[in-house]
């Protein structure tokens, strides 16, 4: 079966070469590894001590970042290395300051393997949620390093689970210890004969936690949602008169037709900000183009008086966090698409109601806060309509709804400890 695996892996690797001369997104993907060993061979040295974090895309990248911090403070003297797999990942956080080296993880060949174990030599891994790459736990299995899961998902759906899965089965035998987010995965792991499983939760709800303790304050947002004559007056004094403020994070193409046509029927009483999912120039140009009211762009704020807008376009990536500390509502994008809605645990944190899309079911935390009345899933433009003028308009609904939300994310975190602990039990 490994064998097979290899062949379509060698094929598969012929392919996208051919394919990234027409696809930006797979020429990075395919560009991005044509020099990762000689990149590792300039960071690391032989004597260095080192620890591999694996995430395959942003998402992986935010669960892990409580544990890197952790790890971190508890080996000081090692390295941290962070591979990526996707291109969505590693473009956007390859300049992180988490990591000592940030790379795309080579194919999973059996010569990229050894070739990366060889140059990283860590003495601790970490695959974030997924990905289970065949050829690496094998090798990292014969050289006995202490390979760990955290916030991992099974599915009775998944390879690992079918009459066919048993190559995949054994790629899970490198695990040292499974770290998981609910009951039913350590139930699926449980079947399999593993009992190093521990349900520890999923740390993005560290991840968002932390952010409470930051400084989040965006002067150009103060700006924009205040009234013209607010400009001066105290954090206090401008909560009392702002304008409330509805934040689209992460939107799509379908969750922007449904928002638009909102705004401009909207009132003036209203302030939107929309960070779409994507900001290619000529889509941000359309999308401002469809609104009706005084619309401005990030890239377009300077020496302009952004009061006097009511829509906020946010045509750059990096501060959404920190715009949502400023919302009255969220609406998070990506629930109209395949793959799902985006985070919904950052609007949370700072207390906020949420709307989304239907598509969510794959999302257990987002399947929670709908279930506890925090989030509302909407799927067409009435049932949007509703939503935001419930929220608008009744004020306690609105505070309910974020205490919802804020206690459900403070009711989850501890992740994090969870593995520091274990890790230390066993690293010894």
């Excluded at 190559?167 to 035998?173: D, E, G, M, V």
């Excluded at 932390?210 to 150009?220: A, M, N, P, Q, Y």
Aim: aromatic share 12%.
């Amino acid at each position: 079966m490994l064998f097979i695996y290899n062949f379509f892996v060698q094929i598969a690797s012929i392919v996208l070469k051919f394919l990234a001369l027409f696809n930006p997104k797979l020429k990075l993907f395919v560009n991005g590894r044509k020099n990762v060993f000689t990149q590792i061979s300039n960071k690391i040295n032989s004597t260095d001590k080192t620890i591999w974090f694996h995430a395959a895309s942003l998402g992986e990248y935010e669960q892990g970042i409580p544990v890197i911090e952790a790890t971190k403070l508890k080996f000081p003297k090692h390295k941290v290395v962070l591979t990526f797999f996707s291109p969505s990942g590693f473009e956007i956080r390859k300049n992180n300051t988490f990591a000592d080296l940030t790379i795309y993880l080579p194919l999973d060949t059996s010569a990229n393997a050894k070739q990366f174990l060889k140059l990283v030599h860590p003495e601790l891994v970490f695959f974030i949620k997924y990905e289970f790459w065949p050829n690496y736990l094998k090798e990292l299995k014969s050289q006995n390093i202490k390979t760990y899961l955290i916030s991992g998902i099974f599915r009775e759906n998944q390879a690992f689970f079918k009459w066919y899965g048993g190559f995949y089965r054994n790629a899970l035998q490198t695990f040292e210890y499974f770290f998981v987010q609910n009951e039913s995965s350590k139930h699926l792991l449980q079947k399999l004969g593993f009992s190093n499983v521990k349900v520890s939760g999923d740390t993005r709800f560290d991840r968002v936690i932390s952010i409470l303790k930051r400084d989040t304050k965006l002067g150009f947002i103060e700006h924009f949602i205040s009234s013209p004559t607010a400009l001066g007056m105290t954090s206090t004094t401008l909560e009392e008169i702002k304008k409330t403020t509805i934040v689209i994070g992460s939107s799509w193409a379908k969750d922007e037709d449904l928002i638009v046509k909102y705004i401009n029927n909207s009132n003036d009483n209203l302030k939107f900000i929309i960070a779409p999912h994507n900001i290619n120039a000529q889509q941000i140009q359309e999308l401002k183009n469809s609104i009706v009211p005084k619309t401005i762009l990030f890239s377009e704020k300077e020496n302009k008086d952004l009061a006097s807008f009511k829509v906020f376009i946010i045509d750059t990536i990096g501060i959404l966090t920190k715009i949502y500390s400023y919302a009255d509502i969220a609406y998070v994008g990506g629930g109209f698409g395949n793959s799902g809605v985006h985070n919904i645990l950052e609007p949370a944190t700072f207390g906020i109601p949420i709307i989304i899309g239907p598509n969510y079911s794959h999302f257990a935390e987002v399947t929670a806060l709908v279930n506890l009345n925090g989030c509302i899933s909407i799927s067409n433009q009435n049932q949007l309509n509703d939503a935001l003028n419930l929220l608008i308009n009744n004020s306690d609904e609105r505070a309910e709804k974020g205490h919802i939300c804020s206690t459900f994310v403070q009711m989850n975190k501890g992740a994090t400890e969870k593995i520091l602990n274990q890790i230390s039990h066993n690293f010894q």
